[in-house]
């Protein structure tokens, strides 16, 4: 039986600065918990920039950043690694959260909520002051250099009570709360990351606030900032505003007919 640790760092670091704009401290509140080696909580709406916060992070620190997108059938095997058969050989390979341990990376676990809660506590050694990650098949027990960061995501607006986050996991974090930015600051993101004028980015701003207001009332979550990003580079490729708000936006928030009509007529209404 062999082990594989094969990892080439260098393809997991984020070369050029990934483009955020900070909305209170959250990069100072960041680096103190980095320096003093405690995990981040990120909460927040769906495209409201986590991810992209904790690229510029990985980029601003200048780590290897290893993202694991989480999902029902996420094990903790997937996380931690397993042993496959190659050329008449078993060997043990690493999962993303064993590489991240063992080469000191930014391990980001994308809504963490998604994953089996079985799978997530296999987490909480490396989230409090031991920072360990106990594996068991192989009889090994991977110790955290200070280098490592473990953070995770997830969206409050999605809790239930079969998907929240258990007390014990949640209360091992330092927690940043995320959220839209505000209007004017939203409209400078709108025009820094496609180039569309003020103007037009204000209008998206707009008749995203428009849809947010529908939290509740049809709709789950209204625009986010992502889908704004999504429209407006379709407008400045030459699609008509009504147009791309419909097929980034109205289309991607609700199935439903009438809701459909109604963010239709608020697009229609703006442009």
């Known amino acids: 039986m062999q082990a594989s640790h094969t990892f080439k760092p260098e393809e997991y670091f984020i ?7 900070p909305v209170g401290e959250e990069i100072e509140v960041f680096l103190a918990a980095y320096k003093q080696q405690l995990p981040i909580l990120l909460k927040g709406p769906t495209g409201c920039g986590k991810t992209r916060f904790m690229e510029h992070m990985a ?39 064993a590489r991240a341990v063992r080469h000191g990376a930014i391990c980001y676990l994308d809504e963490i909520v998604e994953a089996r809660k079985d799978t997530t506590v296999v987490i909480h050694p490396l989230a409090d002051d031991r920072r360990v990650l106990p594996m068991e098949k192989v009889g090994e027990l991977l110790e955290a250099s200070s280098d490592f960061c473990l953070a995770i995501s997830y969206n409050p607006g999605y809790q239930s009570v079969l998907k929240d986050l258990k007390q014990s996991t ?7 709360e995320f959220d839209y930015p505000k209007a004017e600051l939203e409209a400078a993101i709108l025009c820094r990351e496609t180039g569309i004028d003020t103007t037009l980015a204000q209008r998206l701003v707009k008749f995203a606030h428009m849809t947010r207001n529908l939290t509740g009332s049809g709709l789950e979550e209204g625009a986010s900032t992502r889908l704004l990003v999504h429209a407006a580079k379709l407008i400045s490729a030459g699609i008509s505003p009504v147009t791309a708000c419909h097929t980034c936006i109205a289309q991607a928030l609700t199935d439903d007919a009438d809701m459909l009509a109604a963010v239709n007529e608020l697009s229609a209404s703006l442009f």
Request: hydrophobic share 35%; proline share 6%; charged share 30%.
């Open 15 to 21: 070369r050029d600065e990934p483009y955020y704009e």
């Open 59 to 97: 980029w601003r620190l200048q780590k290897p950043f290893i993202t694991v997108s989480c999902h029902d059938d996420l094990t903790a095997s997937d996380l931690v690694g397993r042993f496959l058969v190659s050329g008449g050989e078993t060997r043990w390979v690493d999962g993303p959260l």
């Open 170 to 176: 949640r209360q091992r974090f330092v927690a940043l």
